[in-house]
């Protein structure tokens, strides 16, 4: 449903009646949630938003949004969890497991056929048809994917695990998953081995980690259609003698590998490390000021569970501290933070000193250095830095203007600086003693410049030209392109001009002023966080539109002329150059009712 990408309609803030009534049809839709759970999925106080969006076919979807992460998608009044809420509650939905290069077609929008199903040494969940489950890879109970069964159990076993055994609605990696913060799953470990073998085999074994730090790098199918797994199937479903697989680490396996040192740690001293490392990994990267106060628990499984290093899972009563709360005191009386109990067992993180020499000196471990590199962009205050765009203007040789370039090795298509252009053309003049004898200020007009710079009109009354007249109409008539790099990140050129942030006051009924801006995505701008933070600086109520004609476009809306404070934030805030912005002359003068 979301491979592709999808038009978000509005945007609107959940408020009283409106959130107990989504309380009580996720109550009844998920009836496996706790009063605690629920009141921590549905909470009380945080900000809660519903977004109306259209699919690209036609599908008109309600998402409802915590904070930066859609927990929930409603179709045709039913509720279905993201991968977001099921990462924070995985024993939700009844699981089906698969192998992980089965998740590239998923994400592409395929549905999940039977052979591609890994059938569990215990069975199957019991489902009925059109029951909601969630897919897990092997060895990692972290659901990947929403799907409803196509049939019952009983139906799968009888048709011999054939035929699509799951229609797939949502993904890790789709455009859904895309619109949250982009956090990879956890890694939690199954709670019943998913193959069948040995029970002395499958004790003491790690959890296996079914995602690379990079979620593009995926295994390779090669062409595999999911209708085809059945080889897959019976690859992985061989077992090997006792003497095969002992004997391959000896085989497979470099000296280094075989003889690691052993961490003289007791298992739970190396449990209050790991607690500690996603502890601060949470702090310094996945949590901001604005998202304070925080539930402990929501931070626990949101935040600190996605810090977790591969092959390595969080447990609380394998530390010193025994409960997450005495964790938390232990970080409280070293004033890191501090927390507040709102009721009876539910505390919630009211304040971090984000100054914190352990804060500030914690290091991202390497295997999460690259997926974190912009998140670690924080200031004091623990909010997101943006950093605005390096902008440069290029030009692209055309047909007409070629043989100007030729000479200087440069064809048709070639992209140049300004600086470029200049040198070239004045090598070019000289290489060809175009400057005039008497007056050095002029450049002889020849049948290449005459071709290639002057009109129709022109060619038979112009024989000379002005260096700066010479080198003005050689720019304008290259095609414009520029270059765009943004913080961290490697440059990209594309054609054409790039598009002004567009800034207008609109009309609405009741002689009621809107202040409407476009064209917010060009720079690297989320137009759900600049209305976030318009709304709070404005005290308007602001919501998010399709561009008329545009796609994967929206535009911000609020209420009033706010142009004061749009500028203050794109000017001063993101720095944002005033050349690219265009109607800011539009705001109300001062001391004059809007």
């Known amino acids: 449903m979301f491979a592709r990408a999808f038009r978000v309609r509005a945007n609107t803030a959940i408020k009283g009646s409106d959130r107990r009534k989504l309380r009580n049809d996720v109550a009844a839709a998920f009836p496996n949630f706790s009063a605690e759970q629920l009141a921590e999925f ?18 008109a979807v309600t998402v409802y949004m915590n904070q930066k992460n859609p927990i929930l998608f409603e179709v045709e009044k039913a509720l279905y969890p993201t991968v977001y809420s099921l990462w924070a509650y995985p024993d939700l939905l009844p699981a089906f497991s698969t192998w992980p290069p089965v998740l590239q077609k998923l994400a592409g929008g395929a549905d999940l056929m039977l052979p591609g199903v890994v059938v569990p040494s215990s069975g199957f ?25 196509t049939m019952s159990t009983a139906q799968m076993l009888a048709a011999g695990m054939k035929g699509k055994g799951f229609a797939v609605l949502h993904t890790y990696l789709d455009h859904l998953w895309e619109y949250g913060d982009k956090s990879y799953p956890p890694t939690l470990a199954p709670s019943v081995p998913d193959c069948a073998g040995d029970e002395e085999e ?32 019976e690859l992985l479903g061989k077992e090997e003698s006792p003497e095969s697989r002992a004997a391959e680490p000896a085989e497979n396996a470099s000296p280094e590998d075989q003889q690691q040192p052993e961490d003289s740690r007791t298992p739970q001293e190396q449990m209050d490390a790991l607690f500690n490392q996603c502890f601060f990994h949470a702090l310094k990267c996945k949590v901001k000021k604005s998202d304070l106060p925080l539930l402990t628990s929501t931070f626990l499984r949101s935040h600190m569970f996605s810090c ?10 394998k530390s010193s501290y025994k409960k997450f709360s005495k964790f938390l005191q232990s970080m409280q009386n070293q004033k890191i933070l501090q927390v507040k109990e709102l009721n009876k067992g539910v505390e919630s993180i009211v304040e971090v000193d984000w100054k914190h020499p ?27 830095v943006y950093h605005a765009p390096e ?18 090795g440069h064809g048709k298509g070639s992209v140049l600086s300004s600086s470029e252009v200049r040198d070239i053309i004045i090598n070019y003049v000289k290489t060809n003693e175009l ?10 007009v020849n049948a290449i410049l005459c071709d290639c710079l002057l009109e129709k009109s022109e060619q038979d009354e112009i024989s000379h030209l002005t260096w700066d007249d010479l080198l003005s109409r050689c720019l304008e008539r290259l095609q414009p392109f520029h270059q765009v790099t943004f913080f961290g990140q490697e440059p990209v050129v594309r054609k054409g001009y790039i598009t002004h942030i567009d800034i207008t006051i609109a009309q609405r009924s009741s002689n009621k002023k809107v202040t409407i801006i476009k064209n917010l995505e060009p720079f690297g701008l989320d137009p759900q966080c600049v209305a976030n933070t318009l709304q709070q600086k404005a005290q308007a109520s602001a919501t998010l539109n399709p561009v008329p004609g545009a796609k994967d476009r929206v535009q911000v809306q609020i209420q009033g002329n706010q142009i004061h404070h749009l500028a203050k934030i794109l000017l001063e805030e993101y720095q944002l150059p005033r050349k690219y912005i265009r109607g800011l002359e539009k705001a109300p003068k001062l001391g004059r009712k809007k």
């Open 125 to 149: 969940p019991q489902v009925e048809q059109g029951t909601l489950c969630a897919v897990t890879l092997l060895g990692n109970r972290a659901p990947v994917a929403v799907a409803v069964a």
């Open 435 to 444: 400057v005039h004898e008497s007056n050095k200020n002029l450049v002889k």
């Open 42 to 59: 549905i909470p009380y106080k945080q900000e809660l938003n519903v977004i109306k969006i259209y699919c690209h076919r036609g599908e």
């Open 308 to 317: 977790c290093p591969a092959g390595q899972q969080l447990d609380i009563k």
């Open 358 to 384: 352990d804060i500030k000196a914690f290091a991202v471990p390497e295997e999460f250095s690259s997926a974190s590199a912009a998140q670690d962009s924080k200031n004091e205050d623990g909010e997101q």
């Open 391 to 408: 902008i440069i203007p290029l030009y692209g040789v055309s047909t007409q203007m070629a043989p100007l370039f030729q000479e200087s």
């Open 202 to 233: 499958q004790e003491g074994k790690e959890p296996v980690s079914s995602f690379p730090p990079d979620p593009v790098q995926h295994v390779d199918m090669g062409g595999l259609s999911l209708k085809e797994q059945d080889s897959c199937a």
